[in-house]
């Protein structure tokens, strides 16, 4: 089922990154407690951040820029982009049972709520998802630089095939 792609604007890379995730399953691998929690330190320091990832909790992106992005998350029978990307990460991959996903700045795991005035709501059908992230460099509106994320739907949860390394970064990359 083709959804319609959602643009959110203005988004800015608290700690240097964003996630987009599914705050259901998030939940239910922080044991049912992931709310008030920092999130982000047990990615860092157990083997929780590594499991989330594999089991297609949340995409996380490090090292993005400071500034302001747009980002597009739609389904890979949308139309593209007209821009060449600076880069493509193909082979993430996101679940959801509740038919919506969110998508934060990095620092709102500190002290994870799902409801965060900041966090942007994706409304997606349900299931599993390959993924393929985009970034792009140009000034699109009041926004420095765009990400798009490209949802395949599957029939069962496929494996994580990404490259944990990418660097996310469009506006200095190294």
């Known amino acids: 089922m083709v959804f319609p792609a959602v643009r959110l604007t203005g988004c800015f890379p608290e700690l240097f990154g964003f996630v987009l995730l599914d705050p259901a399953r998030l939940d239910r691998a922080c044991g049912g407690h992931a709310a008030g929690r920092d999130v982000l330190s047990l990615f860092d320091a157990t083997d929780l951040g590594e499991r989330v990832v594999r089991d297609g ?15 597009i998350v739609r389904h890979a029978d949308d139309a593209a982009l007209p821009y ?48 393929e992230v985009r970034g792009y460099s140009f000034r699109q509106g009041s926004d420095d630089a765009a990400y798009e994320f490209i949802l395949t739907p599957v029939p069962t949860q496929p494996a994580l095939a990404a490259r944990r390394d990418q660097n996310f970064a469009v506006l200095n990359p190294s």
């Open 57 to 71: 909790v949340a995409l996380p992106m490090s090292g993005v820029d400071t500034g302001y992005y747009t980002v």
């Open 84 to 131: 060449a990307p600076r880069f493509s990460s193909p082979g993430w991959v996101l679940g959801t049972e509740s038919g919506y996903l969110v998508f934060c700045g990095a620092g709102y795991l500190t002290r994870w709520d799902p409801r965060h005035p900041k966090n942007r709501a994706v409304g997606v059908p349900g299931g599993w998802y390959e993924v």
